[in-house]
């Protein structure tokens, strides 16, 4: 009975693995990549405050202006269709 090499099997297993490991770290994010990120939807969200508070600054000067509209068109009597 001769025996089998299974040798280069389990060789070709361990350097598939290592293969996967390496490539797999390579994808991975770095502490630095997830920081990077985290700064840049930080910035979003500031940003985008910022402009709700403006647009709720203009929404404000738009009814008081409306507001005047309609009681220039009353005392004029001018009827005003909003």
Not at 3 to 8: A, G, H, K, L, Y
Not at 18 to 39: G, H, N, Q, W, Y
Not at 44 to 49: A, E, G, P, R, V
Request: glycine share 2%; aromatic share 6%.
């Amino acid at each position: 009975m001769s025996e089998t090499n299974f040798q280069p099997i389990f060789d070709y297993i361990d350097e598939s693995e290592k293969r996967i490991k390496s490539e797999i770290k390579s994808e991975m994010a770095t502490k630095a990549d997830i920081e990077r990120v985290l700064k840049a939807v930080g910035a979003i969200s500031k940003t985008s405050s910022e402009h709700e508070d403006k647009l709720l600054e203009a929404q404000n000067k738009t009814e008081q202006l409306e507001h005047w509209v309609i009681q220039a068109a009353e005392r004029t009597e001018v009827p005003y269709r909003p």
